[in-house]
């Protein structure tokens, strides 16, 4: 059997692929990725962020928000309910590291929700830091895990 | 004066700044990623995606959607008219380069509708290609021009 | 001059259309469409609207609210602001005539509006009347009137 | 018993039915619709859809997409998980046909669902090819099949 | 065990819970709430009221749909099916209460889908009211009744 | 002249109002409301807010990002640019005061964002201390000021 790209049918166009035969599941997974910034621009943020944690929240909000959407905004998406969404940030020296996990209890695997949550994370980080740093890249956002039982 | 984050008021509390007295100008940004994937998987979108596009169109069409959705995404964007938006691929050996522009004539700048589009597009894009290839990742996102006039 | 598709570039891919150099003007757009449905399920919807109206007024909101989210739906629409919208009904023998107009002072006309408003107030017709009426059809929704000045 | 809109009260008010009560079943519909045309519009689109797609490809992704949210637009619609969602096209000589499917395991069938990806489709193809053709007409949006087991 | 807010993890910081243990039930909730006004202001609601009904069923269509999206409103909300939705008005000589009820048979119980039909119900009749009174308050927003079985 | 609503036409059915002749000016709004909660329930708020702040960062974001949403919540509300939007806290013995500003340079006053913003914010609060406390409730949401100029 050939590798094939399983949103395309046999004509080659885009479909919802239809899951209804598979079982409902317990799904979990979690995704990773990070916002490279200049030093300073980090530092700055450990020193606005730790009183008040008023940057982090406000991504975090996000990437759990956007999680939510996900089937708005992947066309392919199935929605599906989510029992639990977390994004959690750790702010290194020259980096901000995010890592968001999804659960669901359904027919289909949550990667594209934690992949989600992470990027709209790192773009709502990146939208509340970019008056102070000009050159921050996203980057390494990719799955880490996922798991069924 | 001191470097600070736009977002923060005095007190640390998260807000959307003030804009009411900035000039409506002609502003364009441009903002580039990849996705890096497998060749194999590159060779299958190639195949693909040349006969019929829809792999490409279909990632092109959710960055392009993303970007007008930026303020409800990111928390603390202002919500702008949108007078162009545009998505392009250049698939390459190992990794699909993906680039947007978004333009407004309005009062502030739209980096973040562009790195919206670019990220949605390549969340998209691993959603088509996530069948045939687990390690792939989104890597590079950030700006390249910013312009107004 | 040959015709073509302005939401196609030369390379035939799909883009939003730059509207960054046309004049803002006053637009106004009014489209129709009609539901066909069995005299039976007209005369009982005549009896229900007349007194409370709830049918007629839920599907006019539904329009409305669609005409605001039209850039939302038909994704190469730019978002416009609209100044103006209103959905209105005549029931006939056989049918229910619906007309919408928009108005927009913008860069781009809103026939697209007005066409989603028409077709969203004819949808939510339907899913009220779906349980009476097995045979509706959606017909002729069409643009009636398109002006800048 | 009186035939009566289920969606209103004893009091002829709106309201979202219970449908609690009801079984969890493998619901489908069908629903089609058309695009009319004039011919020289076709010839376009079909000069430009067969090397590259991007003008139907564009019209499936709005038709599904629009599917998924059915319940935001249609007001008395209940919000349903949805296993699979596909739109087609065929080009004939003075119009598209349109066909969209939708399916759920649910309490509730998806022939609003099935009918919003037509009618989105079929706005979308409009808004594309509306520079070409001023005179485009959207017809015979029905039910065709609904089933459940 | 001392009391704690159950959306803070052990540092604090916001995530939505984890009800994928939490057994699906049959849960509905019951909100209540007002919207003070001059008695001139609700003597014209009801003269424009009884012989239509639009002012109402606007409101009660917006509440309806502002429960549909809860989960989009309340950032650590978890999106719901909603088996039913209904909104009510009792138009009083000095305050128009609003009640609503929402019912899902789920994990996690919908007081604050109710709740949010309620407030925007309320924000709703505001709206349309404005123009002849600018002292309305919305007020007594509140849950009345949480039950499962 | 009589006084009338003015989203009801002649025959008094909702419409949105008609603005393309009003003016394009400053228009600032500012409402409040508070969430009335048992001092206990207080007392854990401020021992958790005050070293992270999430709880009323992220009621805080909600608050903002449904002001961005009015025009989709409110049926007949018009979509506006915001230049500014901001939602404060203070808490008292035995409630939440909420205050939020809404901000335009447009054709209509902002007073349904900012009274959008604190309601979508106390329902945010309520959502994230109902596991302590149950009998809170909204209330005193109304308009303080309205400014054009």
Chains 1, 2, 3, 4, 5, 6 share one sequence.
Do not use: W
């Not at 709502?124 to 880490?144: E, F, N, R, S």
């Amino acid at each position: 059997m050939k590798p094939k790209f399983s949103h395309l049918d046999e004509r080659g166009q885009a479909r919802m692929v239809d899951v209804s035969g598979k079982p409902v599941q317990y799904r979990r997974a979690l995704a990773t990725g990070a916002l490279r910034c200049a030093p300073a621009t980090l530092r700055l943020l450990k020193k606005n962020a730790l009183p008040k944690g008023d940057v982090l929240a406000v991504a975090r909000v996000a990437g759990i928000q956007a999680a939510k959407r996900t089937a708005e905004l992947i066309p392919l998406c199935h929605p599906l309910p989510l029992q639990q969404v977390s994004v959690d940030f750790v702010v290194k020296a020259d980096r901000v590291l995010i890592e968001a996990t999804a659960l669901t209890v359904g027919q289909t695997g949550v990667e594209m929700e934690a992949l989600t949550a992470v990027s709209v994370a790192a773009l709502t980080l990146y939208d509340m830091m970019k008056a102070v740093d000009k050159g921050m890249v996203i980057d390494g956002v990719t799955l880490k895990l996922k798991e069924k039982r």
